[in-house]
């Protein structure tokens, strides 16, 4: 921390938190959302693929073969 003195973080005011509940999200909260549930329900297919192939298919065999029946994905999704 820098300064002579840290200053004390102070909480906010009631307004201020029912104006931020009010808020609508952001942009990047939305984006953000919609990442987390393409991913969730991809991670079936993803645990499916995996299982059929005996645990051995990595990230570049489970994309292959999600691209080849039709779906379109990056492979460090994948990966994750």
Do not use: F, W
């Not at 003195?5 to 029912?18: F, G, I, T």
């Not at 991670?43 to 299982?51: C, E, G, I, V, W």
Request: zero cysteines.
């Amino acid at each position: 921390m820098r300064g002579v003195a840290a200053r004390r973080r102070r909480a906010p005011s009631p307004r201020a938190v029912a104006a931020r509940r009010r808020r609508a999200p952001s942009l990047r909260a939305v984006a953000a959302r919609r990442r987390r549930a393409r991913g969730a329900m991809l991670l079936p297919q993803l645990r499916a693929l995996h299982a059929r192939s005996e645990e051995t298919y990595g990230a570049p065999r489970l994309l292959h073969d999600l691209r080849k029946s039709g779906e379109r994905h990056g492979q460090k999704r994948i990966a994750r």
